[in-house]
């Protein structure tokens, strides 16, 4: 386990430091214990992934906890973050972040010990049901039931995704190769090619066709062998394989739609919250179909098409996050979470799982209308792609390009990015930032918004000297300033 605590108290950190001396010697395990007197030194020595615990004191000057919570839960979404306090009241606050727990000053030896032995029994379990990775996107956890593939191309290893998504990872194979093999579902076809047997369609001469399409190469001394494996693995999955055949053919057969209004799918097992959102859709032209669970969801998009997917996280049955991977396998239109689930982590989660946008149900109206629109037109144009001189912003991938190289901002950076260029020349404050980027969240200060502002500005800068793109305004906010006279060209 790694594990960090940062606290500005010297006699807390003493403290601490006792009780991690004596958890270790009273489990006989060792680990690594990091300590950090202020948060401006946690947030400078973090990048994602280098804890998997982390402890914070709320009240520490210049930079919080919780605001070092909020950039540490940007940059790795899987971190079990602990909030130490003298004082109760920001225990709810804490959650908003993603708190795995809260405790009280001076914490008990007992009640701490406790907690270690459960997180570390719960990471155990998460390295055995997947792998934890360091990719472009920040520290991500997959799980092997959800990976398809593993392709390597040079230093760069690929992992593919059921649902579509790619991580990049830069490493060898060798480095996660044992730990695949070591489960009787993967099986190594080529040199460069690592595969998740449930996914496998047939075996060819050559190579292996998958259930979503992907050609995989196999090289003519394993053939034998993944063939032997691929006829085993099915005897023993039963008739796993040939469901997966007739699920794919009821995918085919769908019927395609008319020329006519959008057709949006709204899954939500509320009647009240059903027939509001729905009567917002119809108010706009658009055609609704109605589920209450994920099952009933995915029948619906079996057998019909669909334009934009409103998607409840929490439904009977599976919750909206793992039918948002399914639906991804049946359907290309764009799944939006719909949720009253506010909390920060739970949105992080939204995207991870595939969803293209994250609304919560405090949204005003017009703006949840203004949303789904923008999301349905990008998904139905090839024109998802918006140049500002050596700026691209890619809306689709939520990636960024300047001066040809990409520009690796987090959600929330991309996010602001995006909202200040659709106001291209007009200036918007500090608080009318906040609603847009975090509008479920009561307006405090203008604190948060400036920590990512100063941060983005300060990667665009370091990548691209020659232009300032975010102008700051005295008094007012911020403004997007496009190189060459403001033109764009939407692409």
């Not at 830069?170 to 595969?195: G, P, Q």
């Not at 990409?406 to 909202?419: N, R, V």
Request: glycine share 6%; charged share 25%; net charge negative.
């Amino acid at each position: 386990m790694r594990m960090a605590i940062c606290d500005d108290d010297e006699q807390e950190i003493s403290y601490f430091s006792k009780l991690i001396s004596e958890y270790q010697i009273s489990r006989g395990v060792n680990f690594d214990c990091h300590f950090f007197h202020n948060s401006i030194d946690f947030l400078c020595d973090i990048k994602g992934g280098e804890y998997q615990l982390v402890l914070l004191n709320v009240l520490m000057p210049e930079v919080s906890g919780m605001q070092a919570a909020q950039e540490l839960r940007e940059l790795d979404k899987n971190v079990k973050i602990i909030f130490i306090s003298a004082s109760p009241e920001f225990a709810l606050e804490s959650y908003r972040v993603g708190a795995y727990h809260y405790l009280l000053k001076p914490v008990e030896a007992d009640l701490f010990f406790s907690l270690l032995d459960t997180i570390r029994s719960e990471l155990l379990m998460q390295e055995e049901q997947g792998l934890m990775l360091k990719s472009r996107e920040g520290v991500v956890r997959i799980s092997f039931a959800g990976l398809e593939y593993v392709e390597v191309i040079n230093k760069t290893v690929s992992f593919h995704l059921a649902n579509g998504v790619i991580y990049e990872v830069t490493a060898a194979l060798a480095d996660f190769e044992a730990k695949l093999l070591s489960r009787s579902e993967f099986i190594k076809t080529h040199r460069a090619y690592l595969v998740n047997l449930n996914y496998v369609q047939s075996v060819g001469t050559d190579c292996i066709m998958t259930k979503n399409g992907h050609s995989i190469p196999v090289s003519r001394q394993r053939h034998n062998q993944v063939q032997d494996a691929y006829m085993h693995f099915w005897i023993q999955a039963g008739k796993k394989g040939s469901e997966g055949t007739a699920q794919n053919a009821a995918v085919l057969e769908k019927e395609e739609r008319a020329e006519g209004p959008w057709r949006i799918l709204l899954v939500d097992d509320d009647p009240a919250e059903r027939t509001f959102w729905a009567d917002i859709l119809r108010s706009h032209g658009c055609e609704v179909l109605l589920a209450e669970n994920g099952n009933d969801a995915l029948k619906l998009v079996m057998d019909k098409s669909c334009d934009c997917v409103l998607l409840d996280v929490m439904i009977p049955g599976e919750d909206g996050f793992s039918i948002c991977e399914k639906l991804h396998k049946l359907v290309q239109a764009p799944v939006i979470f719909l949720s009253s689930l506010t909390e920060a982590d739970r949105q992080v989660d939204g995207f991870a799982a595939g969803g293209i946008d994250y609304i919560t149900k405090d949204t005003p109206v017009e703006l949840f209308w203004a949303k789904v629109e923008t999301r349905i037109k990008l998904a139905m144009s090839d024109r998802t792609q918006v140049r500002y001189g050596p700026l691209l912003l890619d809306l689709t991938k939520r990636r960024v390009m300047l001066n040809e190289e990409e520009l690796l901002l987090t959600p929330i950076e991309f996010d602001i990015l995006w909202c200040l260029s659709e106001h291209t020349g007009g200036i918007l404050s500090l608080e009318e930032i906040f609603n847009r980027i975090w509008g479920s969240q009561h307006w405090v200060d203008e604190q948060m918004v400036q920590i990512h502002m100063s941060r983005l500005r300060r990667k665009m800068e370091k990548a691209w000297g020659e232009h300032h793109f975010i102008e700051a305004v005295w008094g007012q906010g911020y403004r997007f300033v496009p190189p060459y006279g403001g033109m764009h060209e939407r692409i």
